[in-house]
């Protein structure tokens, strides 16, 4: 598919006057925010094509996707369900997490708000993280509070809030998040390690299928490929591999059950789960990994995982049973 007829002119004009909008008006309404997301489609269009081009090569196949970056190259594009929104929302998200796996697999939520002078600070913990629930990179981990400027804190995080996300790789979904401030608490790292072991599990129709493990992340990243049993796999991605050895988290059962129960009503969705001596911690679910611009070497990794995807259906969720007679009972929405 050839966007020559798209010039970059048109697409910067379309971003202008969408996003422009978009923080004019009350975009409470669904109707408002079609409206909004037509305005930007075509820099949607032509951001999702230039990035793909220039960072994995060819121009994407949107009609007819065969690479695993093809298919979330469309999916920006062509699949845009309010539910990929709210559960990209880091704290929306939560409410499901807690239905489909349960609330022990959350971490510790200690306050939320748009203003971190509302914060109850006397009532924090002595380690936390200051996060927004709609942005990336938008961290802050504090180990001392008695150290903390929060009057800095405050200026950085109402940058935060203004912060929109949505138009740097075309993932419209982002643009819908109510942006909000949060605090929870801070995962500790493994002796040596600037973060926790990240585990990103790339579920296809609730089957965990590959496994991107990163640690050092923020600092010095490495990124191990594995498949589901833990078994090193011939593929690399954006950051050179660990140079030690990993182990097989002993409990990666508990692991792969949670990715499962998060992941089995899509064709896709990478669950990222924490490790923490034992406890599986829930970190976010990812419905378009790097933008649909993920590098992977050698590319026909690329093509394996797109074969998943296309073949890839969530399984049918059962119906809830239908009341006895004389009997209420209430039903839960699904998502």
Not at 7 to 36: E, M, N
Not at 96 to 101: F, K, M
């Amino acid at each position: 598919m050839h966007l020559q007829w798209l010039p970059d002119g048109l697409a910067q004009a379309c971003r202008r006057v969408g996003l422009g909008l978009r923080r004019r008006i009350d975009w409470g309404s669904r109707a408002k925010r079609l409206l909004i997301d037509a305005i930007l489609y075509p820099s949607d269009l032509y951001t999702s094509v230039t990035t793909h081009r220039e960072k994995i090569g060819p121009v994407p196949r949107l009609w007819a996707p065969r690479t695993f970056n093809e298919h979330i190259q469309a999916r920006k594009l062509f699949d845009r369900r309010p539910v990929y929104t709210r559960l990209a929302d880091k704290l929306a998200v939560r409410d499901y997490v807690a239905r489909e796996a349960g609330s022990v697999y959350l971490p510790e939520l200690y306050w939320q708000g748009k203003d971190i002078r509302e914060a109850p600070r006397a009532d924090l913990p002595s380690r936390f993280v200051i996060k927004s629930n709609h942005a990336v990179g938008t961290v802050i981990l504090v180990e001392s509070p008695a150290e903390v400027d929060w009057a800095e804190v405050g200026r950085q995080t109402r940058g935060w809030l203004e912060m929109d996300i949505s138009t740097i790789m075309g993932e419209w979904h982002y643009r819908w998040i109510p942006p909000r401030l949060y605090i929870e608490e801070l995962l500790p790292a493994p002796a040596g390690q600037s973060a926790p072991v990240d585990y990103k599990i790339f579920c296809f129709g609730g089957q965990p299928v590959f496994i991107e493990v990163m640690l050092g992340r923020g600092r010095d990243p490495r990124i191990l490929m594995v498949d589901a049993e833990f078994r090193p796999l011939p593929v690399r991605g954006k950051a050179p591999a660990p140079e030690e050895s990993l182990e097989k988290p002993a409990n990666l059962a508990e692991m792969l059950w949670v990715a499962e129960r998060l992941s089995r009503r899509f064709r896709f969705v990478r669950v990222d789960l924490y490790n923490i001596e034992g406890r599986v911690v829930f970190g976010e679910m990812t419905f378009t990994p790097a933008g649909g611009a993920m590098q992977l070497d050698p590319g026909d990794w690329d093509y394996w995982l797109g074969e998943h995807f296309r073949t890839a259906a969530p399984p049918p969720v059962p119906k809830p049973a239908k009341p006895r007679a004389g009997r209420r009972r209430w039903v839960g929405t699904v998502l």
